[in-house]
Every structure is written in C-alpha cells, then in structure tokens.
C-alpha cells in the first residue's frame, strides 16, 4: 500500500481551438467545371444547329496550312478567300479560279433551226385549230347544216376559212354587203373559236365575174370590199378582238376559186385567213415607213398611213391596190 503513494499523476489538459479556415480554392474550381460545362453544351448546339456543308468549309478552314490561309485560295496568291472556294458556299471544294484565266464558252445559235422549229409548232397550231373548227361545225346544228358552204384548208399563208355561196343560199343580199342571218351566225361562232390562237386575222372578199351594172361607177371592186369589211364587223361582234384584224380587202373577181367556170357561186366568198408568222411579217414589212431624201439641211421627211383615214380614202386605197395587182 506504501507503492501507491509513488505513483505519478497524469493530467491531460485538451485546449479546445476552433476550427481553421479552408480557404476558396474550391470555388474557383468550381466556377471552372461551370465554365467548361456551359462552353460544351453551347458547343453542343453549335453543332447540332450547323448545315453539314458548313461543318465541311469549317473543317477545310482549320486543315488549310498557315502559309496559304494567310494568303487565300488553294495556292498562294490564288485567291482573297481563305476558305477554299470561296464565296458563301461553304460546300464549294475547288478553289476560285481567277478571271481571265479560262475563257467563258461562247454560245452559238443555230437561227435556221429555231425558225424551222418555231414553223413546225405554228403548223401543229393551226392544225389542232382547223381540227376544232370542224369538231364545232360538226357538234353546232346551225354549221352543220352549212357545212357544204364551209371550206378550210392549210395554205402558205395560214388556215384558209372560206364562206361560199350556194345557187340558192347565198351569203349576202343580191348585189349588196349585207349579210344573210345565217351568215352572221356562223361568222359569230368562228370569231368566239378565233380568239384561242395568237395568230392575227386577215379577210379578203371575192365575187364572180357578173359584172356589176352601175352608172356611177361602182363595181365588183367596192361591193368585195365592203362584204369583207362587213364580215369583220361581224366576227367582232361575235366576240373576237379587234386587234387581231391585220388585213381587210377586196379582190372582185380576180381570184377565182373555180377557175373553169368565173361564173360559178362559189366564186362568191369570204376568206379568213388566220396568218402564220411568216405572212404577218410580210404584211408588216410593207407597212413600214418611207424614208425620202430630203435637200441638204432639210430634216428628212417620213411618209406613213395615217393613224385614222377617212372610210372613202380606205376603200380608195384598196381598189387602186387590187387594181395595180390585176
């Protein structure tokens, strides 16, 4: 018991601090992994939202050497596009060629086969409008009955419509331009069917070779004339535009369609002629101006049809024209 008055007293002191400051290093690292999150997933979007022609001219960008993305083009000094090909197509792979280096092609017109071309197609028009012609004279009663005195025919100059005279069905009234009803129902019906084409309309009048008997000094001449003129009142009436008449004469009897018998009706006719393109221009070209050469100094004069004649200058015109064709 004496031993246990020897021994050592140990007394443990624990000093009680507070915890130590960690500092903000982990803040920074976080803002960090936030950073590198954001630019992913932007980058993410980037590439989801490009075209993949664009993705193509941006990997040529960055696999495009220093030397020749400092300089552009696919050679140095070739071009002042970096990227290969240029301009805002990013798909192009060639790079630009620069002007002058290749000649452009030149292009080479064979004129004689597109004006063959262009007949060619007016011909098949003017077929299927002959064709549709028939078809309505077939299917309308009122033609029907006429069909005999309904001549139509392809010519040089276009589709040829003839109206003829029958002994005893004649188109106008004896010796006169006015026209039958029957004749102004057919007239109408081809005005409607005439608008389909673009093709512009010439009317020529014909008579036999009757002569007309008058003292003051009226002929076949007028009285074709005036029937033909007379039909192309009709035919607007019938609804065809009057911008399509090119052409009104009269012929007397100087183009006979029964050349064995002069006398014969069916001399008696109107012809509608729906003109080619080749017959318009000849038709225009002989309503060109006249140049006529004037004295030194003097401006020149130009000669031309006035834009609206007198009805008695017109007709006087178309005899002395008729006349010198005799």
């Known amino acids: 018991m004496a031993d246990e008055g020897l021994r050592p007293i140990i007394v443990k002191r624990i000093k009680k601090t507070a915890a130590g400051h960690h500092g903000g290093a982990w803040k920074i690292a976080y803002a960090d992994f936030v950073t590198a999150m954001m630019a992913f997933f932007l980058l993410m979007w980037l590439l989801g939202s490009t075209t993949k022609g664009d993705l193509n001219g941006i990997s040529d960008f960055f696999k495009t050497p220093l030397k020749v993305a ?22 192009a792979r060639d790079g630009q060629v620069k002007k002058g280096d290749t000649p452009a092609p030149k292009k080479t017109y064979d004129l004689k086969a597109a004006k ?15 064709a ?29 419509i003839q109206i003829v005279d029958e002994q005893n069905r004649p188109m106008f009234a004896l010796a ?12 109408h019906v081809i005005g409607i069917t005439l608008n389909e084409v673009p093709n512009r309309i010439g009317l020529s009048g014909h008579t036999d ?5 008058s003292d003051v000094g009226y002929s076949n001449w007028e009285l074709s004339t005036e029937r033909a003129n007379a039909s192309r009142r009709e035919l607007i009436i019938g609804g065809m535009s009057e911008n399509k008449i090119l052409r009104v004469v009269g012929l007397a009897s100087a183009a006979h369609l029964d050349r064995q018998d002069p006398f014969n009706p069916i001399n008696r006719r109107i012809s509608i002629i729906v003109m080619n ?3 318009e221009e000849s038709v225009m070209r002989d309503n060109a101006t006249l140049q006529v050469p004037e004295p030194a100094g003097a401006a020149p004069a ?14 006087a015109a178309v005899v002395a024209t008729a006349k010198a064709a005799r």
Not at 177 to 184: C, G, I, K
Not at 209 to 213: A, F, I, K, V, W
């Open 70 to 91: 400092m300089s552009g083009g696919s050679g140095s000094g070739d071009s002042a596009s970096v990227i290969q090909g240029g301009g805002k197509d990013l798909t």
């Open 116 to 130: 063959a071309a262009l007949e060619k197609e007016e011909g098949i028009r003017l077929q299927q409008l002959k």
């Open 132 to 160: 549709k012609i028939e078809a309505t004279i077939e299917a309308n009663p009122l033609l029907k009955k006429y069909k005999k005195q309904l001549l139509l025919d392809i010519t040089s100059e276009g589709l040829r």
């Open 176 to 187: 006169k331009a006015d026209l039958q009803p029957y004749t102004r129902e057919i007239l």
């Open 209 to 213: 070779s009757t002569p007309y008997l």
């Open 277 to 279: 393109k080749k017959t």
């Open 302 to 315: 130009v000669l031309a049809p006035p834009a609206e004649a007198a009805p008695a200058a017109v007709a």
